[in-house]
């Protein structure tokens, strides 16, 4: 592992939070607060109608009976920031607790903390000039209800503010695939009725806890364009949304290498694009006059253009990638655009990683569709078979169903409709919004979904296979802590934990790394080599398992 953490990539997103929150401690001489003496504000007092229904004035924050949080908010910038804040406070409370809670766990050297947070103190000592004064000025409203727990560590506004960037850090200090997401779109006589439709998977992991309070929210602001967006308690970025003209922003992350700075975070910029275009060419405008520290391609969709494209930009470089002679567009997680066909970065991330494994499986389940409509799109989100439907393990990250998505998400902009997945992952059911019902002013804006347009939950959370993987994924931790930790387990935990999840090339691999560290090199070569008949992930996890094969041939 990276710094030799001994901690797995999937969860160094709370390292990231860590670092962000205690590197703002050393920058606590320069506040950088915000000017919002001239936004004029109102502080209503918030109604509990019932014990998950909450209302503020115009605004409301409510639980759907799938257990997604809606929201609605209006106001001038720092009149939203307070908005949300107000209503969202007790489950942003929570949020900030698990996230300490998580760091703690898997970093509980203190001297680890400090290197790290000193690294990061020194990415974040610019960012403050990278947001714009009206996101500044939401956040700083939002941290008015941020929780006092933490102020040992930084003020509040600080806090929040960098937490804004937790996905730009986790990506550049370990070249994270946390972002891993899938995104296609079709148009025209791709799709049954002519209109742009577009899917994709928000696979993000940053525990099992962090996607129980999801929320779509409603965005009202007093500039720009209303818009929703999928969040979650303490975030005013966008990382899937879609605004009142049908222009619709979701990001994949991309091959970075290590900033020295950090500069604007992917989410802001991603609202910006959000609240302020509504073509494909405003939105392109937005994001050049920007810099960013991590490399990602934003998604873009546009009802007014009737199709979709890609900005890939990255601290460097800036591209455009839109299809020629199709109505079709695929995105993983590497570039496609001329600006980077020569970036050896980018052609070996494509070479080696998952992203073009993935890439290709939607291209073949979007040409097996024929005209795509939103059921389908839902079911090419749900699928979590490789090529040629080959049973790859449940939780390969080859799948476009990696059964750890924070949600997963359609969109029909011309339409102004969306559907957002609910838990667990996006097997729950999808339900649907309407933007221009919503944002109707002579409707309240408590229980806005589209009942009629709901698409069911996936039969498969009910099933043995899905009860085994989700046990799996508990004792798998339990077998990566024994390796880490050199502790033992019964073998027939060893064996139950390959039955849970056989067709896994992981599962084979951890009982191989065990057996390995026990000094069972003979019992560490048959799981090794059973590991090699199953579809390994990447190219370094290739490599790896080829390393530890050669060693134990050596001792044999």
Avoid at 76 to 90: A, I, V
Avoid at 323 to 350: G, M, P, R, T
Avoid at 451 to 456: G, H, N, S, V
Avoid at 475 to 496: G, V, W, Y
Wanted: hydrophobic residues 35%; aromatic residues 12%.
């Amino acid at each position: 592992m990276k710094l030799h953490l001994n901690i797995s990539t999937t969860c160094f997103y709370y390292i990231a939070i860590l670092l962000l929150l205690t590197s703002c401690g050393v920058s606590k001489s320069i506040n950088h607060i915000p000017d919002v003496s001239n936004y004029k504000v109102s502080i209503e007092e918030r109604v509990a109608v019932n014990d998950s229904t909450f209302t503020l004035g115009n605004n409301s924050f409510s639980k759907n009976k799938y257990g997604t949080w809606e929201m609605y908010a209006e106001g001038n910038p720092y009149q939203l920031g307070l908005n949300q804040g107000l209503l969202t406070q007790e489950l942003a409370h929570q949020q900030e607790r698990v996230f300490l809670k998580k760091v703690d766990e898997l970093v509980p050297s203190k001297f680890w903390q400090n290197m790290l947070r000193k690294i990061l103190a020194y990415y974040n000592r610019k960012m403050y000039l990278h947001v714009p004064e009206i996101y500044k000025a939401e956040i700083f409203g939002l941290s008015k209800y941020a929780s006092d727990d933490y102020n040992h560590i930084a003020e509040k506004y600080l806090r929040i503010l960098y937490l804004h960037g937790a996905h730009d850090i986790g990506h550049a200090m370990q070249d994270l695939m946390l972002v891993g997401c899938s995104s296609f779109a079709a148009w025209g006589n791709k799709t049954e009725d002519g209109q742009l439709i577009i899917g994709r998977n928000f696979d993000f992991y940053a525990g099992d806890d962090f996607a129980k309070n999801k929320i779509v929210a409603f965005i009202n602001p007093t500039e720009g364009h209303k818009f929703m967006s999928v969040t979650w308690p303490g975030m005013i970025g966008v990382v899937s949304g879609m605004n009142e003209h049908g222009l619709t922003v979701t990001i994949n992350a991309g091959k970075s290498k290590i900033p020295w700075v950090a500069k604007t975070p992917i989410s802001i910029l991603t609202r910006e694009i959000l609240q302020y275009a509504s073509t494909i060419d405003e939105a392109i405008a937005i994001a050049k006059k920007r810099q960013v520290f991590v490399s990602e391609s934003i998604f873009i969709g546009s009802a007014k253009d009737k199709r979709a494209i890609t900005i890939e930009v990255s601290p460097k470089n800036f591209g455009v990638y839109d299809v020629e002679n199709s109505n079709q567009l695929i995105c993983s997680n590497h570039f496609q655009s001329e600006a980077y066909a020569k970036d050896k970065n980018n052609i070996k991330h494509k070479a080696e990683s998952h992203s073009q494994y993935r890439y290709e499986r939607m291209e073949e389940l979007l040409n097996a569709s024929e005209k795509l409509n939103v059921e389908k799109a839902v079911a090419i989100l749900r699928n979590k078979e490789g090529l040629n439907d080959k049973a790859i393990g449940y939780g390969n990250e080859k799948a476009l169903n990696q059964l750890l998505a924070h949600h997963g998400i359609v969109f029909k902009p011309e339409e102004k409709q969306v559907w957002v997945s609910s838990n667990p992952y996006q097997l729950g059911a999808f339900v649907a919004y309407d933007l221009d019902d919503v944002f109707n002013d002579n409707r309240s804006h408590v229980n806005v979904s589209q009942p009629e347009l709901l698409i069911e939950a996936d039969d498969f959370q009910y099933t043995k296979a899905f009860q085994d993987y989700e046990q799996y994924r508990v004792l798998s931790r339990t077998l990566q802590k024994a390796i880490n930790e050199d502790t033992h387990l019964e073998p027939t935990m060893l064996s139950k934990i390959q039955q849970l999840n056989p067709e896994y090339w992981e599962v084979y691999y951890l009982v191989g790394k065990y057996y390995y560290e026990k000094g069972y090199y003979t019992a560490a070569l048959i799981s090794f080599e059973k590991a090699k008949t199953k579809e390994i992930t990447t190219v370094p996890d290739q490599e790896a398992l080829e390393k530890y094969i050669k060693k134990i041939k050596r001792k044999l």
